[in-house]
C-alpha cells in the first residue's frame, strides 16, 4: 500500500518516505545513512569536517551497506572559487584563550595547541571532486550557495539541495538550478538562522514555487512532519532527532544529553565556529559568552579553538567542553532509539495524525 505520506520528493528522489535525515558533520557516517536509507528515508553523509579520501571512504562503506539512494552534505562557507586557491590570502590563526587552555588542562586533554583543521577553498573542492567521481545521487549544501556546481552535477546524474535560512537565499539557489530547496527555520540544531521554522517554510515555498520544498528545524515527530507537509513542504530534513540513535557516530554521553534537555539549555552561540550555532549549553558556552570576546570569522574562530575542544563531547564524552548542536526541540526525544525505528515511528505518528484532520471532524474531537 502506497503510504498517504508519498510526495513529489518520493519520486524525485527515489525514496519511499519524504523524511531526510540531516547531514551531521562527523556525526553522520555510512552507519546512520545506511540505516536511514534502508528504513524507507533519505540517508546523508555528514562530510563536514572529512578530507577528500575519508569522503570517499564513507560513500563506498555506504554503497556496501544499501542499494538505496542517498546523499553527501558538506558545507560551503564562502563563496569557493573554482579554480585558483584562496587559502593563500587567509590569515594565520590567533592561539586559544588562557581560559580554554585551563580546561584543556583540568581534562587532561595536554598542551597540543595544534588548530582544528580548516574548511578552506581547497578542502571544499576536494570533497566536491569527489563526490562527483563517486556520482553520489544526491549533493547537498548545508551553508553557502552551491549554483557553482549545479552543471557538473546534473551532468553526472545527480540532484543538488541547498539549505537556505531566508527566501531570498532560496530564490537565489533555485535560480541557480537547486533541484530541492531545504527550508532551515532558527528552531534548528547546529548553524541556523533568525527566521523561525513556521514563517520561514511558506514564504520559501512562495518564493521558489515550482522548485520543490522540505522544511527543517524543530521537527522530531509524526506531529512535525504533517505540520511541514500543511506549510507546502514536501518532505522533512531531521537533525536533532536522528543525532540521538544508536547509529549516530558520537558519544553515548552527548546522546544522552539530547534525550534530557528542554528549551532552555539550548542556546545560540558563535564560540565554536563563527557562525550563529545552535548548541546545548556547557560550561564552554558560559564562560565564551562572559569572556565578552569577538568570534573570529568562520572559519578561524573554528580552527582557534582547536581541534581537541570541537571532539570533546562528540569523541570523549566531555559535555562541559566540547560542541553538542541540537535543535529547540530536543525536549521532545526522551529516549535514544535505532535510526530506522525513529523513520518508522516518524511514519506510524504522521499516519495516526493525518485521519483526525480529516474535513468534518470537529476540533475537540481530534
Ligand atoms: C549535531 C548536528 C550537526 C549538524 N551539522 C551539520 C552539518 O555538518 N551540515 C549541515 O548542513 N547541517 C548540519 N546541521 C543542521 C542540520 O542540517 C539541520 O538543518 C538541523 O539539524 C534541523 O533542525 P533540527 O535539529 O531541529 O532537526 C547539524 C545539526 C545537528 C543537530
Known sequence: MISPLRTPLCDLLGIEYPIMQAGMGLIARSDLCAAVSNAGGLGVIGASGLSGEEVRDEIRR???????????????????????????????????????????????????????????????????????EERVPIFVSGLGDPSWLVPDAHAQGMKVMALVGTPRAAQRVARGGADVVIA???????????????????????????????????????????????????????????????????????????????????????????????????????????????????????????????????ELGITELGSMPAGQAAGLIRAVLPAGEVVRRLVAEAEAVLPRLAPGRPLAAR
Not at 590569515?91 to 580546561?103: D, I, K, Q
Not at 521554522?197 to 520543490?212: C, H, K
Not at 513542504?233 to 547509529?247: K, Q, S
Request: hydrophobic fraction near 40%.
Open 184 to 314: 532551515q527555520g532558527y528552531d534548528g540544531g547546529g548553524h541556523t538562522g533568525r527566521v523561525g521554522t513556521f514563517s520561514l517554510v511558506p514564504q520559501v515555498v512562495d518564493a521558489v514555487a515550482p522548485t520543490p520544498v522540505a522544511a527543517a528545524g524543530g521537527i522530531v515527530d509524526g506531529r512535525g512532519v504533517v505540520a511541514a507537509l500543511a506549510l507546502g513542504a514536501v518532505g522533512v530534513w531531521l537533525g536533532t532527532r536522528f543525532a540521538a540513535t544508536d547509529e549516530a557516530r558520537s558519544h553515548p554521553a552527548y546522546k544522552q544529553r539530547i534525550a534530557e534537555v528542554g528549551p532552555d539549555d539550548i542556546i545560540i552561540t558563535k564560540g565554536y565556529s563563527g557562525k550563529t550555532c545552535r548548541v546545548i549549553r556547557n560550561r564552554f558556552t558560559e564562560t565564551w559568552e562572559k569572556s565578552g570576546e569577538e568570534a573570529l570569522p568562520m572559519p578561524l574562530q573554528g580552527a582557534r579553538i582547536g581541534k581537541k575542544t570541537h571532539g570533546a563531547a562528540r
Open 62 to 132: 555506504v554503497r556496501d551497506k544499501t542499494d538505496r539512494p542517498f546523499a553527501v552534505d558538506i558545507i560551503l562557507p564562502m563563496n569557493v572559487p573554482v579554480a585558483g586557491d584562496a587559502d593563500a590570502t587567509m590569515p594565520p590563526v590567533p592561539p586559544p584563550p588562557a581560559w580554554l587552555v585551563e580546561m584543556w588542562r583540568e581534562h587532561g586533554l595536554g598542551e597540543d595547541m595544534t588548530p582544528a583543521m580548516r574548511v578552506t577553498g581547497k578542502l571544499i573542492r576536494k570533497q566536491v571532486a569527489v563526490i562527483l
